[in-house]
């Protein structure tokens, strides 16, 4: 079954990076088109940004040119590298595979 681990949140300053991972399992990752999306309490899931199994990606207004998808198909890893964080970043990010998601990471931008 699909299994997707997500890692590398935390605490962060205003204009701080941080590295989201993802460690997939149980699907052919090096096919499979990537998803991030994170949620804040009482709101809606928000996609962030695709990968497609070509390399070919796309990113949320609200997130492009600050944020950058890849993979790295040996490791069956995502990633997601945040550079310029705000405080509208905070929130739990999540991997997804198609309706699959993982259990999340917590990001919280703060001073």
């Known amino acids: 079954q699909v299994q997707l681990v997500e890692s590398g949140g935390g605490l962060v300053q205003p204009g701080g990076s941080l590295r989201l991972s993802c460690s997939a399992s149980?699907?052919?990752?090096?096919?499979?088109?990537m998803n991030w999306a994170r949620q804040v309490p009482g709101k809606v899931l928000q996609w962030i940004s695709t990968?497609?199994?070509?390399?070919?990606?796309l990113y949320s207004n609200s997130v492009k040119g600050r944020f950058t998808i890849s993979r790295d198909n040996a490791k069956n890893t995502l990633y997601l590298q945040m550079n310029s964080l705000n405080d509208d970043d905070t929130g739990v990010y999540y991997c997804r595979k198609g309706g699959e998601r993982g259990q999340g990471t917590q990001v919280t931008v703060s001073s």
């Open positions: 990968i497609g199994s070509d390399g070919t990606t």
């Open positions: 149980g699907f052919d990752f090096s096919t499979s088109s």
